[in-house]
Structures are given as structure tokens and as C-alpha cells.
């Protein structure tokens, strides 16, 4: 008894001892590591990284840039059951301590001093809010204690409430995503508040091992994880059985999401991205920047589409090229080798609205097709077989195919797209190879509307709008008329169109131009030579001219002069120019002659709220020369509030005002002769869109190679432009006016929709003067073929020419209207 006695009280005492070590080691700790200690209150004040965000100009998200997705929200905005089931998971005792749980720590407390390493940690919430804003990852005694006091000391300063904020923003959750509202939208595409219970649990169960029970890599060990959650949840009283019970029977439904973009601009975005990283360095990808940019999302999507349809039209005409794979298949097709192909399928992946898809059998009139998704499907003879032709060359193909067979076979990969018109079916296709571009402004004030680099930004990230320098042929053209008609020529001014040859040596020697149906119309009018696009009028126009004088007068344009032929060649826009380029030099046909300069970010805002920049466009206004008002129909410039912040400037004097390049005389009879390209000349197919405010020109480079539509209406200036990227030919049939023209044409169906048509006043310096069409001089009295002509009033003819037969001895122009530069 006595020997027991002894032997108690040796054990308290060393029991005592322990204690009082213990409490040595924690006095000892505090005292070392307290003056160290970050300011919990600096929590308050956390700026979390958050990607950068670009928007379009009606608030919808074109683009995401950042290493670590995040959607911060606030404790009120998360749903109470997704909390608790975060407290199951993690913390159940969140609400009882006061940042440290006794009963965990001694836990850990005994890993350290039974094997040297904590295991487990015992961590609560708080705990792992001080590790996760203000501590390394390493597992030390001392970083222990530090994360121990540190969460004490953020309890006393913060609301349970705050705490749990910072926890659900910060917390890593696999797959790049950090934060409750960033997972929920990497494995389920949806926000927390649409979440189920089960989906709830499941990310909830993601903070012990990301990778582990990630639900799209481990589906079996994140079910186990979540069930256990579940049963916590049930067992606390949080759920109760039926809901318990159903969650528990739920499919594993997550799948690996990209961040949800509302609209594709991709194009546009690489170039805020870009231009955001100039400004602000790495910074741009994590400090929470919003951009707000001047896309309309309406006239993105529809310029995508419009894109899209054009490169598949040329693609058709030109004939299948044939398979881009062939995979053996086996005899006996079963269930193991349909997700084995499936799989493969997957691994190539869909380029647009170009899905990869496998051929298991063939008939004369239908095919069957494995999809990626691993469904098969059957297209009959209407669904993209039908006056399908093979491809030889640019200019060749075959006849149309009579069956299936003659197109494709078992085992060949082969692309399907989904209609774009209802009802919505798969059609066979294939991935174009040609590419295609669209940029749209806002005449009057140079922002950017809608902009297309290629018909896949996932295919080519090559953005032929302000990368590709490609020569414009003849939509250069009316840049060179212009000049003309500034330096005293007029829409009647007769020039021959009559073969030349040419010996210089700075085009490579003798030279002999031509025009594309090998026809010659003899003298005629600037209007006509230029709706008509013939091209030896405009070489002689420019001789006459004078290059210099040429090009100083298109420099006004925005063009650098320092880079244009000093040659004959210009005048068939031999150099190179980019569609945006080229857009930004129409625009000053389309807003009177004033100069814009194209512009894409219309605001940055910080995480804050506050505007660190607005744009500040200089605006083209014809009714106010003096600067004293604005133009009331550029309305569809910048969201509302920018644009009565604009008109609030302009009322105040403070708006800058675009400068004026051309002579208001001079961009109307331009604008006039323009409009003729569409009534009556190379561009009459956009006669469907039934504005008589169109105008524009269709440009067609030697090959051909490239080709070009660029016009406005209703102050949207637009240009398009197809061809290759490695300069291959279009084939010979095919022009600006076949090619790039339905581009235009179907994008301007969607952008004009609710514009009014809106002409040029014409000046007072401009008169209408019945004339001769055959010499350009006053028409004779009773003259049968006469015709009105604008002139400006200087210009204008005074003579009459009586020996006119009224028809030219070379015979007009015949067949469809077209040009080959």
C-alpha cells in the first residue's frame, strides 16, 4: 500500500512537473515568438488575388486572365447548409473555441512528441486562416506556435463571421480554384447558391487533399469523402434523413469547367490582356482589375457567325480534302473499344463549332458516327453529303458525289458541326483551311464594336486584324480617288481604260496590268472606273496625279507613307495593310472626313469600385464644326453612362473633337460613288440588305490571294477579308465580291438592325449637273442618255461636247461587274 502510495504520488508530481514544463515551454514560446506576431487586423484590409476580368460593353464577360481562378463573396452570400457543411469537414467546434481546440492540439501535441513530426495538425478554421494568409506551409514547432497565437489573436479581433469569410475566399480547392465560388464553377459550371446538397458536401470535402478526392480525377474516393460529410451533417441534426438519404444517391456529376465566358471574343481580349500587362505588369493578373471594353456582345456573336459561314462556304465549294485520321477498327465494336475511341476522340477535342467524330459504318445514302461524348449518331444523304464535291486543286474539284462511299470510310475521323438554324442537327463537315477576319467600328468615334482574328481563336491565335499585313488590292483603291478628286478631278473626269505597258525597273522589270475579264471599255468616267473597279483607270489616274502627291494627300488616313509604293502599283494596293488598318481608314468616308483612331478599352476599374482610366476618344461631329455640340446618333459608342458623361463633356467644351481630313466636298462625292459600288457595281449582292446608305469596295490581291469587302452604313464601318495564312491562291473564280462580301453582308443584317439610314448633307460648295456620260461635259438639249452628276462647284463643266454619238466605240463592260486587284 505503502509502495503505491509512492509510487501516486511520484506520477503526480512528475504529472505536475510535465504541467508546469509545459506551461514554461508555452510562456517561453509566447514570450519568443509574440513580438513577431503579424497584426490580425491587417486581415480587415486583405486584398485576395483575383484574375483579371474583361467585359463587353453591355456588361457581359469575354475574357478571364490569371494563375488562380477566384470569385470572392461575402458571408451573407453563402447558402447556411454549404457553411455548416464546410464546419462538419473541418471544424465542428467552430463556434465553441476561441481559436484554438484543446482536444485537437493534444492530439498533435502527442504526434510531435511521439514521433519528432506532426501528423494530423488539429488545425480549426481560424488556425488555418492564419497559416493561409500570413504562414509558410512547413510543419515546425514553431510555426505551430506561431499559427496557434496568431488565431487567438484574430478571434479577439474578428467576427466568427469574418473568419469564415477569409477561410471560404482563400481556401485551395484543386484545379487552380481557390475559393467556394471558384470551385463551384470549375466542377459543376454553376454559382454556390445553385449548388445541390451533395455538390455542397463534395467541395466541402476538398481541403483535406485537393488531389485526392478531386471528384473529376477521383470520382470513388470523392464519393466516400462526401457520403462521410453527409452522415456528419445527419448525425449533427444539420439534415435531416430523406434529404441525407437522397444526397447519398446522387451521381458523381462534376466535370472539369473553363471559365464561363458569356460571349467569344477571344481576339479582343488577347489585346486587352496584352495592352493590361504593358500598364500594370504581373500585377494585371492578380490584383482584381475589371476591363470594360467597347465589344457589343449582340454584333460579337453575330460577327463570329458571320465568319464561320463564310470560310465554310468557300471550304464547300472547293470539295472535301478527305480524313484527318484513319483508325483501324476491330470486328467485334464493344463497349470497352467505344470508350477507348471516345476517349481518343476527346484527347483531339472540338475547334469551334467543329466536333471530332468516327466512322463505324457507312451506307450508300447515311453514315453512323462515334462522338467524343460517346453516343453515336446517323446522318442521312441531307446532312452535308448532299453536292458535296472532292477536292483537286484551287481551281478544280470533282463531280458531286453520288454516295457516301466516295467521301469517307470505316475508321476515319472525320469533323461534324451542329446546324446553326433550326432544328438543330449534326451536319459533316470539315475544318476549313482557309481563315477568315471582320472589324467593325463606330465611325464617329473609332470604337471598336466587334472583332474577329480568325474563325478559331483556339485553332490560330494569329489575329489577322492587327497582325496580318496583307496587300488590300482594290479597296485601296478609293483612298487614291479621293486624292484625285481633291486635286481637281471630278466623278466625270474621262480616263482611258486601254491596255499599257510599263519598263521600270522598280517593278521588276516590264510591266503590262490588266483587268480581270481581259475587256478594255475604253474612255470613261471616274465613277463608272472606279464601281466598275478597273484597274488601268486607276493606274493612269494615278500617273496623272502624280505618287507624291498621292500619297501625302492618303496619309491623312492614318496610313504611313514612309511604307507605300512609290510606284504605279499603288493605286492597285500592291503594299500591305491590316484589316484594322484599312477599317480605320473607311471610317473617315463614313463619319464626312474626319479622322478617328480605333479604339478597344473603354474603362479599367480596380477591385474597389474606383476608375483608374476612361477613354477619352476624340469624336468626329459634322454638325459642329465650331466644337460648341455633338452628333446625336453615336449612340452606339459606350454604355449609357458613358455616353451621357461624353455628352455632359461635350456640353461643357471639354469633348475633344475629331480633326478634319477631307473637304466636306470631297467625302461626298466619294461617299456618292461608293454608294454606286453597291447599286451598281463589284458590291451589287449587298443590294439585300435594302439600305441606300451602304457604300463601300470589294479589293481582290493578284492570284487571287486575298480578298476584301470593306463599307459602312448607319455610321458601322466594316471590313472583312479571307485567304490564307501561307498566301496559297482562292482559285480563280473566286473575289473580294464572292468571298468576303456574304461576310459583310451577313454581319450588317445584325449590325444595322434598328439604325436609321444616314446620308451626308450635301455642301453647299457641291452642285448636280446634268451631263454627257460618254465625255463629261454639259449634256446637249434634248440629250436622250443623259445623266446627273455631282461636281463641286468649281469644278463643274461649262461646255457642251455636240459631236457625242452617245455610245462609246469600245463597247461597255459586259457580264457580272468583278476585278483582279
Known amino acids: 500500500m505503502a509502495r503505491t502510495t509512492s509510487l501516486l504520488r511520484s506520477f503526480s508530481l512528475l504529472a505536475l512537473l510535465g504541467a508546469c514544463g509545459a506551461v514554461m515551454v508555452f510562456c517561453a514560446a509566447f514570450l519568443y515568438i509574440a513580438p513577431r506576431l503579424p497584426e490580425a487586423e491587417k486581415l480587415r484590409d486583405v486584398e485576395l488575388q483575383t484574375p483579371l476580368r474583361i467585359y463587353s460593353r453591355d456588361g457581359q464577360v469575354i475574357g478571364e486572365f490569371g494563375e488562380k481562378r477566384r470569385s470572392p ?33 493534444l492530439r498533435a501535441a502527442s504526434q510531435l512528441i511521439t514521433s519528432g513530426s506532426i501528423q494530423t495538425g488539429g488545425s480549426t478554421i481560424t488556425m488555418q486562416v492564419a497559416k493561409n494568409y500570413f504562414l509558410s506551409q512547413e510543419r515546425t514547432f514553431t510555426r505551430k506556435f506561431t499559427e496557434i497565437f496568431l488565431a487567438i489573436e484574430i478571434e ?17 480547392l484543386g484545379n487552380h480554384s481557390y475559393g467556394i465560388e471558384a470551385a463551384a464553377q470549375t466542377y459543376y459550371g454553376k454559382s454556390i447558391k445553385e449548388l445541390s446538397l451533395a455538390q455542397m458536401a463534395m467541395i466541402a470535402g476538398l481541403p483535406k487533399a485537393p488531389s485526392a478526392y478531386n471528384p473529376v480525377a477521383n470520382p470513388e474516393r470523392a464519393r466516400i469523402r462526401r457520403n462521410w460529410i453527409l452522415g456528419r451533417m445527419f448525425a449533427l441534426g444539420y439534415i435531416n434523413q430523406a434529404d441525407y438519404q437522397a444526397a447519398k444517391q446522387q451521381n458523381i456529376t462534376a ?13 479582343a481580349a488577347e489585346m486587352v490582356r496584352v495592352e493590361m500587362l504593358k500598364r500594370y505588369g504581373r500585377d494585371a493578373y492578380e490584383n482584381g482589375y475589371s476591363v470594360i471594353t467597347s465589344v457589343d456582345s449582340t454584333l460579337q456573336t453575330a460577327a463570329n457567325q458571320a465568319v464561320i459561314n463564310g470560310v465554310i462556304e468557300y471550304d464547300r465549294r472547293h470539295g472535301y480534302r478527305g480524313h484527318e485520321q484513319q483508325w483501324p477498327l476491330p470486328a467485334d465494336f464493344n463497349e470497352q473499344q467505344r470508350k477507348h475511341f471516345s476517349d481518343k476522340l476527346r484527347d483531339i477535342g472540338a475547334i469551334g463549332p467543329w466536333h471530332p467524330a468516327l466512322v463505324l459504318h457507312i451506307e450508300s445514302q447515311s453514315a453512323t458516327f462515334l462522338l467524343a461524348t460517346g453516343e453515336q449518331t446517323t446522318l442521312d444523304w441531307e446532312q452535308g453529303f448532299a453536292g458535296s464535291v472532292r477536292y483537286i486543286n484551287e481551281d478544280r474539284n470533282s463531280y458531286e458525289v453520288e454516295s457516301v462511299d466516295e467521301l469517307i470510310a470505316p475508321g476515319d475521323v472525320v469533323r461534324l458541326r451542329m446546324s446553326s438554324s433550326l432544328p438543330k442537327r449534326w451536319i459533316f463537315s470539315q475544318l476549313p483551311a482557309i481563315q477568315g477576319a471582320l472589324v467593325s467600328l463606330d465611325a464617329d468615334t473609332g470604337a471598336i464594336l466587334s472583332l474577329v482574328g480568325g474563325y478559331s481563336y483556339q485553332r490560330s491565335s494569329f489575329n489577322r486584324v492587327t497582325q496580318a499585313a496583307r496587300q488590300p488590292g482594290s479597296v485601296f483603291k478609293p483612298f487614291i ?20 505597258v510599263f519598263d521600270d525597273a522598280s517593278l521588276g522589270g516590264t510591266w503590262r496590268p490588266s483587268n480581270s475579264n481581259g475587256k478594255f471599255n475604253g474612255p470613261m468616267r471616274l465613277r463608272k472606273a472606279l ?31 514612309r ?22 481608314g473607311y471610317a473617315t468616308f463614313a463619319n464626312g472626313g474626319y479622322k478617328v483612331s480605333p479604339w478597344l478599352i473603354e474603362q479599367i476599374i480596380d477591385r474597389d469600385g474606383n476608375t483608374l482610366y476612361r477613354a477619352e476618344p476624340k469624336v468626329a461631329c459634322r454638325n459642329c ?68 446608305d451602304a457604300a463601300g469596295k470589294t479589293g481582290t490581291t493578284n492570284g487571287p490571294t486575298d480578298a476584301w469587302f470593306s463599307g459602312y452604313s448607319s455610321g ?30 451577313d454581319y450588317m443584317k445584325v449590325a444595322l438592325q434598328g439604325r436609321q439610314e444616314r446620308y451626308l448633307k450635301q455642301p453647299e460648295g457641291i452642285v448636280s449637273v446634268r451631263i454627257d456620260p460618254e465625255t463629261g461635259t454639259l449634256a446637249a438639249p434634248g440629250q436622250s442618255n443623259a445623266i446627273f452628276e455631282y461636281f463641286r462647284a468649281e469644278n463643274a463643266p461649262t461646255t457642251v461636247n455636240t459631236s457625242s454619238g452617245g455610245s462609246s466605240p469600245y463597247g461597255e463592260d459586259s457580264g457580272e461587274p468583278i476585278e483582279l486587284f
Do not use: C
Open 481 to 500: 480617288y479621293t486624292a484625285a478628286l481633291a486635286n481637281g478631278f471630278t466623278p466625270a473626269s474621262i480616263i482611258n481604260d486601254a491596255p499599257i
Open 563 to 584: 511604307t507605300l509604293p512609290r510606284d504605279l502599283s499603288l493605286a492597285l494596293g500592291s503594299h500591305s495593310l491590316t484589316p484594322l488598318d484599312v477599317v480605320t
Open 531 to 561: 464601281y466598275l473597279s478597273r484597274n488601268l483607270v486607276s493606274i493612269r489616274l494615278l500617273r496623272e496625279l502624280g505618287i507624291n502627291t498621292a500619297i501625302d494627300y492618303v496619309s491623312r488616313f492614318g496610313f504611313d507613307g
Open 716 to 745: 458601322v464601318v466594316t471590313s472583312t477579308w479571307v485567304g490564307f495564312d501561307q498566301n496559297q491562291k482562292l482559285g480563280r473564280r473566286e473575289y473580294g465580291g464572292s468571298v468576303a462580301l456574304p461576310i459583310w453582308i
Open 625 to 692: 464644326e465650331a466644337g460648341l455640340d455633338r452628333l446625336d446618333d453615336i449612340d452606339s459608342m459606350v454604355e449609357a453612362d458613358s455616353l451621357d458623361d461624353l455628352h455632359a463633356d461635350t456640353a461643357a467644351g471639354q469633348q475633344d473633337l475629331a480633326e478634319r481630313v477631307i473637304d466636306e466636298e470631297v467625302v461626298f462625292l466619294i461617299d456618292s460613288i461608293l454608294k454606286d459600288v453597291i447599286s451598281r457595281g463589284t458590291g451589287r449582292k449587298a443590294r439585300v440588305l435594302k439600305r441606300g
Open 73 to 105: 463573396v461575402s458571408i451573407q452570400e453563402v447558402p447556411d447548409t454549404f457553411i455548416k457543411a464546410f464546419l462538419v469537414a473541418e471544424d465542428d467546434r467552430f463556434y465553441q473555441h476561441r481559436g484554438v481546440d484543446l482536444t485537437s492540439l
Open 156 to 172: 479577439r479581433k474578428l467576427s466568427k463571421g469574418d473568419i469564415l469569410e477569409l477561410y471560404l475566399n482563400k481556401i485551395f
Open 255 to 267: 466535370r472539369r469547367h473553363g471559365t464561363q465566358l458569356d460571349v467569344s471574343a477571344a481576339y
